[in-house]
């Protein structure tokens, strides 16, 4: 008696998580089919609580002879794999807050400022927010400007500004010439993983190797003397 109750209640269960996925599934699908409607269409002006899936533009003026890079990352090359990071450079609003912007992968290992137009300008991409150091991340050296960690305030007061945004803005933009050193600009808005039915197929998979496998021991139970 204890095993078939047992049994129906792990099937329920095991349905119910899988219908549960369905679900996710769904919504899911609405947040990308949001962050596709976003990407193609203008950005928008940088809201006070911007999210990761929303393209937006910033306004100010480059501040110049700065810059750090982020992150290590390894490219194809033309010949051997290159290594490098995404450059950094800030931009600072008419109010007087600095955004630390992320240009793009660049196949160097010390930052090399790219010379920027003057004046206001324009740029458009995503935010990208700080984030907590994870277990393997290589320890930051402010000293040669990199940063394995992105820490907005900390990279910021260690460029030398107090009024930084908690968030750095990562630049969309075309591609340059293959080969090239400048940095790589994003070309899409960044889009989560959508693995809820593949997690649903499991889920039901169980609860069909749970009903074979009830069954089986019914059997072997019913035959016994």
């Known amino acids: 008696m204890a095993p078939g109750i047992w049994a129906f209640v792990c099937f ?3 349905i119910g998580l899988g219908v ?12 990308l089919a949001q962050i596709h409607v976003a990407e193609i269409s203008p950005p928008i002006p940088l809201p006070a609580h911007p999210n990761r899936f929303e393209k937006v533009i910033v306004t100010g003026h480059w501040v110049p002879g700065k810059a ?3 992150g290590d990352e390894v490219h194809d090359g033309p010949v051997t794999p ?50 907590a150091p ?12 990199l940063y394995y960690t992105f820490n907005a305030a900390r990279i910021g007061a260690d ?5 930084v945004a908690p968030f750095a803005l990562v630049a969309m933009g075309p591609m340059p010439p293959i080969g090239s050193a400048l940095p790589q600009p994003a070309q899409h808005l960044p889009q989560p993983p959508n693995n809820h039915y593949q997690y649903a197929l499991t889920w039901f998979g169980f609860a069909i190797v ?14 016994e003397p």
Do not use: C
């Open 12 to 14: 329920w269960l095991l």
């Open 20 to 31: 549960w996925q369905l679900y996710r599934l769904k919504w899911k699908e609405g947040i």
């Open 68 to 70: 750090v890079l982020y």
């Open 82 to 131: 290159v290594e490098g990071g995404e450059l950094v450079q800030p931009l600072q609003e008419e109010s007087g807050r600095v955004i630390l912007v992320d240009l793009g992968w660049v196949p160097e290992r010390s930052p090399k400022v790219v010379p920027e137009p003057t004046g206001v300008v324009s740029v458009v991409g995503y935010v990208h927010r700080t984030e």
């Open 134 to 145: 994870g277990w393997f991340a290589g320890a930051d050296d402010p000293a040669a400007g």
């Open 159 to 163: 460029m030398g500004f107090t009024n």
């Open 210 to 223: 749970l009903v074979f496998e009830f069954f089986f021991f019914a059997r072997k139970r019913l035959e």
